[in-house]
């Protein structure tokens, strides 16, 4: 009997798999036909697979094509399943031609030409694109421009900064660039804000009253009485306000609070995140010590995720204690937030303009997880015991900025298709009212001279 195997993701099967597969089926007697597992598929950069494995397998299935079909989970995996099957010719597209050469050492390789005119991508991006419109800091939006074009289902068509790199010409193709909020919202359906924290709520709750979706880089707001309003609006007004922390976007982080769920280090008595960085206060430092980037409002929030996402929100009382560089106590170039839970504690610094080694420690009765720094883009923790033959090593690849997959579930959540999201409404919240506790003074002071 000949045997013959093709790969794929098969996302929104169309007539280009059908083909394939029905020339690669009459190529032998028996077809294998592996499909990509979500996790390998966003490992290898295909990040807007709209169907998960299950609805991908199915749709396969109901093609009456397929003899066997495997799953495809890790890379190499085609030389073991042609030993294991005892494959003899390895099909895939004309778009493939070269790269599994190295696979006629154990069988034959044959490239079919690709049936033109049809691909997931371009289904994909059939519906109508959202349009999105980036507000802030022209930096930052530049950044945010590139990584858009990663994601199906949009198009940056309009920008709202307050100055322009005139000899730079990332932005050339949009449109709409003004320094007028009012008219970005009236040419979008949805906008991304990294503005200045003290004016978010005024923007958002605008933006939700035309009922323009939010994706918003955090702290939403400093208080959490207008995070809540902001939540509510958004709700009634059937739009989405998301806070923006990479960080929730990173495979190996979401893994990392399912094992711990999971009792791997059993009791959880401490949770302690660091975040610090000296160059963009350097920059800031130049633009009359702007708050907006200040240690609590650029690191806060991200130091204080996984306080809230491992230990909850529920903490009995909390103690900030900042180094100010200015006379206004607006600047702090350094704070440590501590937070006493019924059975916990959870402990945060963060820093512009001070370094410290930014890891993430989770301390349990039968051992400890470790995230090395920069633990905030981390692909790789470690689960440590007293006994060193016990402990284990996590490694999750991940492809590109965060900021694309958090993109990419941000346009999820707009077109409705789900309402999952990584961070919750009491998360937001919490964060909220956190910064409501720094700028109500309710801040110990350390009396240090800030020498920069
Ligand atoms: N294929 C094909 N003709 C097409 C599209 C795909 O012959 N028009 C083949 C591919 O070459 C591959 C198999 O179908 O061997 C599975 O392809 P897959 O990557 O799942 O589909 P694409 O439509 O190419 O997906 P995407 O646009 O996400 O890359």
Sequence with gaps: MKKVITYGTFDLLHY????????AKELGDYLIVGV???DFDKQRGKINVKQPLMERLQNVKETGLADEIIIEEYEGQKIDDIIKYGVDVFVLGSDWVGKFDYLKEYCEVIYLPRTEGVSSTEL???????????????????????????????????????????????????EIKTNDFDKLLDNV???????NPKNHYD??????????????????????????ELFLLANKNKCVLMESIKTAYSTAYLRLLLLLKSGVIGNIVSVESTCTSLKDYMYFQKKDLNVEFNSICAWGPTAMLPIFQILGTNYKSLSIKSLFIDKEKKFDAFSKIDFLFDNAVGSVKVAKGIKSEGELIVSGTKGYLIVPSPWWITDYFEVRYENQNNNKRYFYQLEGEGFRHELVEFVK???????????????????AKVMHEFYSDNV???QNSYKN
């Design 124 to 174: 994909r991006n059939n519906d109508r694109k959202l349009k999105l419109g980036l507000v802030g800091e022209d930096i930052y939006l530049k950044k945010i421009y590139n990584e858009s074009f990663y994601v199906n289902g949009i198009k940056v068509t309009a920008i709202c900064s307050n100055e322009f790199d005139e000899s730079d010409d990332t932005f050339k193709d949009i």
């Design 413 to 431: 959540r707009v077109k409705q298709q789900y309402k999952n999201t990584n961070i919750s409404e009491e998360v937001s919240l919490n964060i």
């Design 36 to 38: 990509t597992s979500d």
């Design 203 to 228: 923007q958002i709750k605008k933006a939700l009253l035309k009922h323009k979706s939010v994706l918003c880089e955090s702290p939403i707001t400093l208080d959490e009485k207008e995070c809540k």
């Design 444 to 446: 110990s002071e350390i």
């Design 16 to 23: 280009g798999h059908l083909r394939l597969l029905e020339r």
């Design 189 to 195: 359906d949805a906008l991304y804000l990294i503005s």
